[in-house]
């Protein structure tokens, strides 16, 4: 049975960091892409970031862009997403998904497996 369990979130102040982590039980590991997307409250789920299978090739949101990076160790089955100067708006349930596409995509749909997420909360 395929579980995602994410951890990590908690409540920060604004231009604070946190690192979400994401543990996967897929025997292949090294051959999924995982993404990272969030869902506040009243709005719909929206991409955050994704590395492909191997690491090689990352891609965020704009709105993240030079403030999160994320990483993968294949050897833990883990994804990091490292969150620095964190803002208000970054509150959200976090949530990570992994991709059979290898290379990681934007949409949600391209996830086949989902964890239950974690809760950032960022206050000014």
């Known amino acids: 049975q395929v579980q995602l369990v994410e951890s990590g979130g908690g409540s920060v102040q604004a231009g604070g960091s946190l690192r979400l982590s994401c543990a996967a039980s897929l025997r292949t590991f090294s051959s999924y892409a995982i993404g990272w997307f969030r869902q506040a409250p009243g709005k719909a789920r929206e991409f955050v970031s994704a590395?492909?299978?191997?690491?090689?090739?990352?891609s965020y949101a704009d709105s993240v862009k030079g403030r999160f990076v994320i990483v993968r160790d294949n050897a833990r089955n883990t994804v990091y997403l490292q969150m620095n100067s964190v803002e208000p708006v970054d509150t959200a349930v976090y949530y990570c998904?992994?991709?059979?596409?290898?290379?990681?995509?934007?949409?949600?749909?391209?996830?086949?497996?989902w964890g239950q997420g974690t809760q950032v909360t960022v206050s000014s």
């Open positions: 998904a992994a991709s059979s596409r290898m290379w990681g995509t934007s949409s949600p749909s391209d996830y086949a497996y």
């Open positions: 590395i492909s299978y191997s690491g090689g090739s990352r």
